[in-house]
C-alpha cells in the first residue's frame, strides 16, 4: 500500500451518517476512575484460560458500543489472537488482538493484519498499559510479515494515529474483514503500512 493511498473516502460510509451505536440489554458497570500512575505490567500471549478475563475486561466498551459482544468460548478459541498486559498481580489491564489476512488472489497486495478488540481497564487508562499493547501489536505483525494493518475505531483513534496510522478507504483493507464490520457502529478505518 503506497502512502498515497491512505485517504479517507466518506462517500463510502453514507450508510453511517446519522445511525447510533448498538444498544445492548446487558446492564453496562459503571466507568472507573482513571489511576494516575499504573504498576509496571507485562505484555504477554493469551491463553485460553484468559478467555473470562477478556470477555470481563471487554463488557464497558461492549456497552458504550466501541466493541461487538463476543462469547467466552470465542476468546479461548481465538486465544492465540490476543495480547495481554497483565498486571503484577496477575490481573488482565488490557488486550488487543491481531488476525492475519492473507493476500486475496488478484489483487496485488501482500498479506495484511487487522487489530481488533483493544481495550484497556479504566484504572489502566493513560498509564501506557495501551501503548504498550500497540507496540507489541506492531512487533508480532512485523514478525509474521505482514505488509500492513487495519483497525476499525469509533472513537478518535488518537492512540492509532500517534502510532502512525492513517485514515483509510474500506476498499484497501481486507475483503473478509470489511464484510464483518457492522455499518451501524460508524466506526473509521484506519490503516499502517509496515
Known amino acids: 500500500m503506497k502512502h498515497a ?22 446492564p453496562c458497570p459503571a466507568p472507573l476512575p482513571h489511576a494516575l500512575l499504573a504498576p509496571t505490567s507485562r505484555v504477554r500471549g493469551a491463553r485460553p484460560e484468559d478467555a473470562a478475563a477478556l470477555a470481563e475486561l471487554s463488557r464497558p466498551f ?9 462469547p467466552v468460548a470465542l476468546y479461548a478459541a481465538r486465544a492465540a489472537d490476543f495480547l495481554v498486559a497483565e498486571a503484577p498481580d496477575g490481573t488482565v489491564e488490557g488486550c488487543v488482538g491481531l488476525r492475519a489476512h492473507p493476500a486475496e488472489p488478484g489483487e496485488g497486495r501482500g498479506s495484511a493484519g487487522v487489530v481488533y478488540n483493544f481495550c484497556v481497564a479504566g ?25 500492513a494493518l487495519f483497525t476499525a475505531t469509533t472513537g478518535d483513534g488518537g492512540l492509532f494515529l500517534r502510532y502512525g496510522f492513517a485514515p483509510t ?26
Open 169 to 194: 478507504t474500506v476498499r484497501l483493507a481486507p475483503s473478509r474483514w470489511v464484510e464483518s464490520l457492522d455499518p451501524r457502529r460508524d466506526a473509521r478505518i484506519l490503516a499502517r503500512t509496515l
Open 123 to 147: 484504572p489502566s487508562q493513560g498509564s501506557g498499559v495501551g501503548a504498550g499493547l500497540l507496540r507489541a501489536a506492531l512487533a508480532r505483525a512485523r514478525a509474521q510479515t505482514l505488509g
Open 5 to 26: 493511498e491512505v485517504l479517507t473516502d466518506r462517500a463510502l460510509r453514507p450508510w453511517n451518517r446519522g445511525r447510533k451505536a448498538l444498544i445492548t440489554a446487558t
Open 62 to 70: 461492549v456497552c458504550s458500543g466501541a466493541l461487538r459482544e463476543r
